[in-house]
């Protein structure tokens, strides 16, 4: 491990992004869940309270915690880690633990308790994946046996295991992850050429044979169609955003959250957050996220060893994707995902694991090289 004299200052402009992100995420969610809360639990402030409880304390802990801790140490214990990750997959299919959502079941109960290791998993393979590939080198990473076939074989394992639960969302951003970090570790182009073709034959095959991912795919080429079933929720998402106008209609005045845009505190919160404070403030989200990509490659650059180069891309390629493809699908540029805006959608697994996750990245930029 290093010692403490040879850290220095944190990379304070990515702290300052990832700290507005979540307080806008929080000022959202308190007015996004109100009119859901009230009719559910009989409490306006029943998402925001759960998300601070669940999801900002554990998190906050991880985030200071993972600050402190030698991004380096990860790697004597991520096979353990890694392991028990995957084990909680299977966990979820035991009767009377695992829960189900919607149509996935992908959840762990214990008692008042609930958390999904989908969310674990993105953070441990990820730390895997980089020992991995710096354990390979550059020569490893680039060969066909030694490096392209386990890497698919690593991948294969993890995807089967989601894909019987189902989540395509979760997957879908491991799988892009992944191949960011492939790449990111000096793999041969054609290589992931061919992991981005086989995983966008993959995705089609899953569509056309599932009805509601073919649903899904219909809507977003026809969205005019049957709005009042298959192509309601986009329609509801349209109007939510197109109602807010450059200004928004105002903090709390949203229309949409009242029962008509579903998942308004989760997958759609981004509409929700659009009609309320308009263009101005989306373009204010996304310029945040985008510093934060930004800063996050530019930690990575400098990184001071292989390892904490891939570390710091994948955690920047896992969040910028999930906003890119959850934002995407709000306004019609990508099929509906039921993937959530990293930081700004409820959900106190996602939360807590994504802050930890920048307690790596910003310890990362403590030892970042001149």
Same mark, same amino acid.
């Given at each position: 491990?290093?010692?403490?004299?040879?850290?220095?200052?944190?990379?304070?402009?990515?702290?300052?992004?990832?700290?507005?992100?979540?307080? %806008?995420?929080?000022?959202?969610?308190?007015?996004?869940?109100?009119?859901?809360?009230?009719?559910?639990?009989?409490?306006?402030?029943?998402?925001?309270?759960?998300?601070?409880?669940?999801?900002?304390?554990?998190?906050?802990?991880?985030?200071?915690? !993972?600050?402190?801790?030698?991004?380096?140490?990860?790697?004597?214990?991520?096979?353990?880690?890694?392991?028990?990750?995957?084990?909680?997959?299977?966990?979820?299919?035991?009767?009377?633990?695992?829960?189900?959502?919607?149509?996935?079941?992908?959840?762990?109960?214990?008692?008042? %308790?609930?958390?999904?290791?989908?969310?674990?998993?993105?953070?441990?393979?990820?730390?895997?994946?980089?020992?991995?590939?710096?354990?390979?080198?550059?020569?490893?990473?680039?060969?066909?046996?030694?490096?392209?076939?386990?890497?698919?074989?690593?991948?294969?394992?993890?995807?089967?295991?989601?894909?019987?639960?189902?989540?395509?969302?979760?997957?879908?951003?491991?799988?892009?992850?992944?191949?960011?970090? !492939?790449?990111?570790?000096?793999?041969?182009?054609?290589?992931?050429?061919?992991?981005?073709?086989?995983?966008?034959?993959?995705?089609?095959?899953?569509?056309?044979?599932?009805?509601?991912?073919?649903?899904?795919?219909?809507?977003?080429?026809?969205?005019?169609?049957?709005?009042?079933?298959?192509?309601?929720?986009?329609?509801?998402?349209?109007?939510?955003?197109?109602?807010?106008?450059?200004?928004?209609?105002?903090?709390?005045?949203?229309?949409?959250?009242?029962?008509?845009?579903?998942?308004?505190?989760?997958?759609?919160?981004?509409?929700?957050?659009?009609?309320?404070?308009?263009?101005?403030?989306?373009?204010?989200?996304?310029?945040? !996220?985008? %510093?934060?990509?930004?800063?996050?490659?530019?930690?990575?650059?400098?990184?001071?060893?292989?390892?904490?180069?891939?570390?710091?891309?994948?955690?920047?390629?896992?969040?910028?994707?999930?906003? !890119?493809?959850?934002?995407?699908?709000?306004?019609?540029?990508?099929? *509906?995902?039921?993937?959530?805006?990293?930081?700004?959608?409820?959900?106190?697994?996602?939360?807590?694991?994504?802050?930890?996750? *920048?307690?790596? %990245?910003?310890?990362?930029?403590?030892?970042?090289?001149?």
């Amino acid at each position: 491990m290093r010692s403490q004299s040879k850290y220095h200052a944190p990379d304070f402009v990515l702290l300052g992004a990832f700290g507005a992100l979540l307080l %806008l995420g929080l000022v959202v969610l308190s007015s996004a869940g109100t009119a859901i809360g009230y009719q559910k639990f009989n409490d306006s402030y029943y998402f925001i309270k759960h998300q601070l409880l669940y999801g900002l304390l554990p998190g906050l802990f991880l985030l200071f915690l !993972f600050t402190k801790i030698n991004y380096q140490v990860w790697k004597k214990f991520i096979v353990p880690l890694l392991f028990a990750s995957i084990a909680l997959l299977v966990i979820v299919f035991i009767p009377g633990i695992g829960a189900q959502y919607g149509t996935a079941k992908s959840w762990i109960n214990l008692g008042p %308790l609930s958390f999904q290791p989908a969310e674990l998993v993105k953070l441990t393979f990820l730390l895997y994946l980089a020992t991995w590939m710096e354990k390979r080198g550059t020569y490893g990473v680039k060969d066909f046996y030694s490096g392209f076939l386990p890497f698919l074989f690593l991948i294969g394992i993890i995807s089967a295991l989601m894909l019987m639960q189902p989540d395509m969302g979760s997957l879908s951003i491991i799988i892009f992850m992944s191949i960011a970090v !492939f790449f990111a570790s000096g793999a041969k182009m054609k290589h992931v050429i061919a992991m981005m073709a086989a995983g966008a034959t993959a995705i089609y095959l899953l569509i056309i044979k599932s009805p509601y991912r073919a649903a899904r795919l219909t809507t977003f080429l026809h969205p005019e169609l049957d709005p009042q079933g298959i192509g309601y929720h986009i329609n509801q998402a349209f109007l939510a955003i197109g109602s807010g106008g450059f200004w928004g209609r105002g903090f709390g005045h949203s229309r949409q959250k009242f029962q008509y845009l579903p998942e308004a505190t989760g997958d759609s919160i981004f509409a929700i957050y659009a009609e309320e404070l308009g263009l101005l403030m989306c373009v204010v989200l996304i310029g945040l !996220f985008i %510093l934060l990509m930004y800063r996050g490659l530019k930690i990575a650059k400098a990184s001071p060893d292989q390892f904490g180069r891939l570390v710091a891309a994948g955690i920047i390629a896992w969040i910028i994707f999930q906003a !890119f493809f959850n934002i995407s699908s709000m306004v019609g540029l990508l099929p *509906m995902t039921g993937i959530p805006l990293p930081f700004i959608s409820y959900g106190g697994t996602a939360l807590a694991v994504t802050m930890g996750a *920048m307690g790596i %990245l910003i310890n990362i930029s403590r030892q970042t090289k001149a």
